[in-house]
Each structure stands twice: as structure tokens, then as C-alpha cells.
């Protein structure tokens, strides 16, 4: 890892601003390898140096993922002049870390949003050329038939002209009908509403569950976040590896990145 400016690398953590990080410098509260800093410009390896700000040892990381169990009501933008964002529900250290939703959720959708600032990554698995699966849970206005399987598995042109890849629709048992996962591996404007309102069994609730091999986590409650954990980054990585081609995701920027512990944590707290 290439060395950065103090002030850069603590303000990074989103805890502090750069003028703030000067401030402490100067009072003496910031110390590197145990010893006091002498500048806020002076540079360091933030991978192999131990950082601490009024003794406590700081936890760097390169990029930031986390986990949102989104509620409705929330756009997922990073701002947006007609209402409350995902970012809103994020405390302020977080919030200055230049997180950006991964894809969409419409504002009446639930459920699994990840937020990162690791832009290639995102852009991955978003990308349509590397199949990655998004799993819904869908409650429709109807009573879905194996003849609606049939139609989303193989494919579906709209009325609208809007052509739908090859998906999977499976009817819930206990839901009469009316509830199913379906999953997409594209992410085209209120995609799986048009789909369903198409096949005549308009959505009447819909909630992501699963992006690729990542489920959202049965204990995060509506509106809660926590970081994913390293390993489940490094799975999310894996996922997009072209093929013949080697990225490398080795241990010492994995272990880095994230923290390895699963903090929920209540933003309205």
C-alpha cells in the first residue's frame, strides 16, 4: 500500500475532518507506532502502521461495504431533493465515507441494499455480463400459475418493448398463489413490477432477499445496517472473476477493508 497523509488517512474513517485531524495533531492526541505525530501532512502506510487518536487505536479500511435492510420510504440515491435517502439512516462517520448504493430498490421496495465506495467492484456486480443473481420475494395481485413460471424462464417482451432476460419465478406453497421468489440476474427500471403487471398479477410487495451468494441477514431488523465481514466481501469478489483471468483478492486487503466482527447497529439510536 502506497503511504498517505495522516490527516487523509484518519479523516478517511469518516469520524473526523481534515481541519479536526490538524487540530488534534497539534494538541498532541494523534500518535503513530506510539509515538506522537509531528505533522497532519506527514506520510505513512496505513496497512502496517498503528494510528490512534486520544489512545484509541484506529481501524482503517480501504473500501467500506455495508449491509442495509432498507425500509420504504427511502430513495436509493445519495441525495435527492424529493425526499429521505439510504444514507439518512447511516450515523455521520459513515455517511462521509462517499458511500453510493449498489443498484436500485425503488422507494416502495424492502430489503437487502448494500452501499460501498469500492466503485469496480459495484460496477461488477452489476453488470449484466456477469450473471449475478438477485432474489426477490414478491407478493402479486393474482394467483401466479406454472404457466407464469414457464413464460419468466423463458424470457419475457413486454408490451412497452422492454426485452427481459431469462429469470426464475417460484410460486410459494403456503402463499396461495399470490407469493413467490423470483430471481433476475439484470436490473432494468422497476423491472420485475413490469414483468408482473405484464403476466396480469400487478406487485403488491416486493423485497430483495439475496444478491448473488449474500442473504440479507435474518437479524438485521427494517431500517438496521451493519459491515459486511470479510469473508463475505471476499465472496462477493470471487463471484465476479472473469473467467481465465485472476483478480487479485488476497488476504491482506481483505482483512483490512472490513471489520471482522457483525455489528448491527440501529441508526435511530
Known amino acids: 500500500m502506497a503511504v498517505q497523509r495522516l490527516d487523509k488517512i484518519i479523516a478517511s474513517t469518516g469520524r473526523w475532518s481534515r481541519r479536526e485531524v490538524k487540530d488534534l495533531v497539534r494538541q498532541g492526541r494523534v500518535t503513530v507506532d506510539g509515538a506522537a505525530a509531528r505533522s497532519a501532512e506527514e506520510k ?18 480501504r473500501y467500506t ?26 450515523p455521520q462517520e459513515l455517511q462521509r465515507q462517499n458511500l453510493f448504493p449498489v443498484g436500485r430498490l425503488d422507494k416502495d421496495t424492502e430489503g437487502l441494499l448494500l452501499l460501498t465506495n469500492q466503485g469496480g467492484l459495484a460496477h461488477d456486480l452489476l453488470s449484466p ?34 426485452v427481459c432476460q431469462p429469470a426464475e419465478l417460484v410460486i410459494l406453497p403456503e402463499g396461495a398463489g399470490r407469493e413467490a421468489h423470483i430471481t433476475i440476474r439484470e436490473g432494468k427500471f422497476h423491472q420485475i413490477k413490469r414483468m408482473m403487471a405484464y403476466l396480469g398479477k400487478p406487485v403488491t410487495y ?54 471482522k466482527e457483525k455489528t448491527s447497529c440501529n441508526p435511530t439510536k
Not at 505513512?44 to 479500511?61: H, K, M, Q, S, Y
Open 44 to 61: 505513512t502506510d496505513p496497512e502496517t502502521a498503528e494510528i490512534a487518536v486520544n489512545g484509541e487505536r484506529l481501524t482503517w479500511r
Open 206 to 259: 416486493l423485497e430483495r432477499v439475496r444478491m448473488g451468494n449474500l442473504l440479507l441477514d435474518p437479524a438485521l431488523e427494517r431500517g438496521t445496517y451493519r459491515l459486511l465481514t470479510a469473508e463475505e466481501w471476499l465472496a462477493l469478489a470471487k463471484l465476479t472473476e472473469e473467467t481465465g483471468k485472476t483478480r487479485n483478492f488476497n488476504k491482506k486487503e481483505s482483512d483490512f477493508l472490513l471489520k
Open 129 to 162: 455480463k456477469k450473471h449475478v443473481d438477485k432474489e426477490y420475494y414478491v407478493r402479486v395481485d393474482g394467483r401466479l400459475t406454472g404457466a407464469d413460471c414457464e413464460a419468466v424462464k423463458a424470457g419475457l417482451r413486454l408490451d412497452d418493448g422492454l
Open 65 to 90: 461495504w455495508v449491509m442495509l435492510n432498507k425500509p420504504a420510504g427511502y430513495l436509493p440515491a445519495t441525495e435527492d431533493g424529493r425526499g429521505a435517502t439510504v444514507l439518512d439512516l447511516l
